[in-house]
C-alpha cells in the first residue's frame, strides 16, 4: 500500500510539473502574440518585404492625413500631359526629345513662374 501511495504522489508531483509548464508555455505565446498585434497596429516592427501604405505613428497621432503631391506635368511648352518617371520625368510623347532641350524647357518655365510671381 505506501508503495502505491508513493507511486500516486510521483505521478501527481509530475503531472502539477507538467501543468505548470504548459500552462507558461501557453502564456508566453499569447504575450508574443497581444504584442505583435499592438505592435502592427501602431506600425512598429514589421517583417521583411515592402512596407504598408499606411500613414505613420505621428500623423495617426496628430490626427493630420497625408497630402498627395500634384501632379506634374510634362515640361514641352503647350503639353498637358502627366510625367512620367519612366521616360525621364516627361510624357510619353515627348520621351524621344533631347535632354538639353528638356532642361531649358524647365528653366524657361521657372523663369515664367518667378517673373509672373515678382
Known sequence: MARNTSIQATIGSL????????????????????QSAILDGLGGAR?????RKDVGIATLALGVA???APK???P??????AAAP???????K?????KAKIK???EDRRAAKAKKAA
Open 15 to 34: 503531472t502539477e510539473a507538467f501543468v505548470r509548464q504548459l500552462a507558461s508555455v501557453v502564456e508566453q505565446a499569447a504575450a508574443a502574440r497581444i
Open 86 to 92: 519612366v521616360f525621364g520625368m516627361v510624357c510619353a
Open 72 to 74: 506634374q506635368l510634362c
Open 104 to 106: 531649358k524647357y524647365r
Open 94 to 98: 515627348h520621351k524621344d526629345v533631347p
Open 66 to 68: 497625408r497630402r498627395k
Open 47 to 51: 517583417g521583411p518585404g515592402r512596407p
Open 76 to 81: 514641352v511648352p503647350g503639353c498637358k500631359n
